[in-house]
């Protein structure tokens, strides 16, 4: 059994002014996204200019940051955000949600794809590579956080988080870290290292995320005001993310159409 090592969330404070662990771990994610978005741009199989890359980051932290709030206060506290709507502004007391920020993405690439001309999949396979990064940062905000903490375990490497009870409990947000950061980033990167089929690298994004966040909700502790929502299994996080699985397998076999072969390098 392992003692969570408390770490101070506010790295420094002056006066009502804190920087956060969390926020910094955001920051992290939208400049090493920038950073490989860079290191991509004007490859021949895509037709991205290191500025439009940058517009692209600012356009996609928009959609992570509004969708995110949006997505929490709709998915996780329907209720609450209904009689208190100015809850929404209060993003210092935390509450993101990644299927919300992934819809903002959605409408950000939208918004650029009208602006720049390009296919809205050009744009999501480009920048899918590119979003593990800042989940694996995210995740290890929440660690830092002690928030969103696995179910109990005797497992050697459980971890008794303050506020969680005097048990030891899977350390999940390191698990989402490894498998939704990491590995989905080795993974996608190792993929798109060469010319695909349009739609394929945002359908292996679709249905690595899906699979990696589904099997953590499986040892994740669900939001106490919600609970399970059905049996001792099904989380609202793996709801939302099991259709992910399934949409990525459409957009595979969509991928398969010649005319989305043929277009894959200029």
């Given at each position: ?46 037709s ?80 899918a ?35 969680a ?102």
């Amino acid at each position: 059994m392992l003692i969570y090592p408390e770490i101070d969330p506010v790295i420094f404070q002056v006066g009502p002014l804190a920087l956060r662990w969390y926020g910094l771990t955001y920051l992290v994610g939208f400049l090493g996204a920038a950073w490989f978005g860079s290191s991509r741009a004007g490859r021949q199989d895509n037709s991205f200019n290191k500025e439009q890359v940058a517009d692209l980051i600012f356009y996609g932290a928009l959609g992570v940051i509004i969708g995110g709030r949006l997505g929490y206060a709709l998915f996780y506290q329907t209720a609450y955000t209904l009689q208190n709507p100015l809850s929404l502004l209060e993003i210092w007391k935390g509450g993101m949600s990644f299927h919300g920020g992934m819809l903002g993405v959605f409408v950000a690439c939208w918004l650029f794809a009208r602006k720049t001309g390009k296919r809205w999949f050009e744009i999501t396979d480009f920048i899918a590579p590119m979003v593990p990064i800042g989940l694996g940062a995210g995740r290890i905000g929440n660690f830092i956080n002690g928030e969103l903490w696995g179910a109990v375990t005797d497992k050697p490497w459980g971890m008794v988080f303050p506020g969680a009870g005097p048990f030891a409990r899977h350390p999940s947000m390191l698990y989402e870290a490894l498998l939704e950061g990491l590995l989905l980033f080795l993974l996608l990167w190792f993929y798109s290292a060469k010319p695909r089929p349009r739609m394929a690298v945002s359908a292996w994004f679709m249905i690595g995320y899906g699979l990696f966040r589904s099997l953590v909700e499986l040892v994740r502790e669900p939001d106490r005001h919600l609970g399970y929502l059905a049996g001792d299994w099904l989380t609202m996080g793996m709801m939302l993310s099991l259709p992910m699985v399934l949409i990525g397998l459409l957009l595979l076999v969509m991928s398969r159409r010649p005319e989305n072969v043929i277009n894959v390098a200029r």
